[in-house]
């Protein structure tokens, strides 16, 4: 049972550069999340999808965008990385708003 | 300010102590998460609850709507459940259409053989 899959699980970047964190889940889920973790702070919604084809910014959007490309995949775009956005990454998912969510195994970025 | 509490942060205890780890919460809820997090990174929700108590092997959840408080407990307790346990609610009538989850800090619990 696969899941909640996210890729990669560590990426390096040099200030500047982009790129894109992908995922993926298998439970036919309605809603997926983007959160980020940074030491010491809760996780932080950064974007979400409540179904195919919607997506909305949540807490801290600055600095990333997002595709639902169809209902299994959600993915998040840092078109310019930033040392601020150096961060653990989860994406996530649920059947529907206010239900049990389930979470990808996370994404270490650096940006240096 | 819609906010989330953990006591306590950090939590040693030997094995087979009875755990308990708490989360408090500013206004009123749809839901609470305990989630847990492993040393690897990745996260595991292990209750959904928005009243009363459940329980899941060794380990019960509890809330108390009224007083805005929920617990974690761990009956007991063995070394691999060494791990950050983080509590997250669904506030009533937040932003974001209900999708938003407000995570506490977590606490960190290590069960000493």
């Known amino acids: 049972n696969a899941g909640v899959t996210q890729t990669p699980k560590f990426q390096v970047l040099k200030t500047g550069q982009s790129m894109t964190l992908q995922c993926a889940q298998d439970?036919?889920?309605?809603?997926m999340y983007w959160y980020r973790q940074d030491p010491g702070m809760g996780l932080r919604l950064i974007y979400y999808?409540?179904?195919?084809?919607?997506?909305d910014k949540g807490e801290v959007p600055n600095g990333y965008n997002v595709s639902r490309l169809n209902k299994r995949e959600f993915s998040l775009r840092l078109e310019s990385a930033a040392p601020s956005q150096t961060s653990v990454y989860f994406c996530?998912?649920?059947?529907?708003?206010?239900?049990?969510?389930?979470f990808g195994q996370g994404t270490r970025l650096t940006v240096v | 300010k819609n906010e989330v509490e953990q006591s306590p942060q950090n939590l040693t205890a030997q094995e087979g102590e009875f755990i308990t780890i708490n989360c408090s919460y500013s206004v009123g809820i749809s839901a609470l998460h305990w989630l847990q997090q492993h040393p690897g990174g990745g996260i595991v929700s292990l209750f959904m609850l928005s009243s009363g108590k459940k329980k899941h092997g060794r380990l019960i959840a509890t809330i108390n709507i009224q007083e805005k408080h929920s617990s974690l407990h761990i009956t007991a307790s063995h070394p691999r459940d060494s791990a950050v346990y983080i509590c997250?609610?669904?506030?009533?009538?937040?932003?974001?259409?209900?999708?938003?989850?407000?995570f506490g800090t977590g606490t960190r619990l290590t069960i000493i053989p």
């Open positions: 996530a998912s649920s059947a529907m708003r206010g239900t049990e969510a389930f």
């Open positions: 999808s409540a179904s195919e084809g919607t997506t």
């Open positions: 997250a609610v669904r506030f009533r009538g937040n932003n974001f259409g209900n999708e938003k989850l407000t």
């Open positions: 439970m036919n889920h309605n809603s």
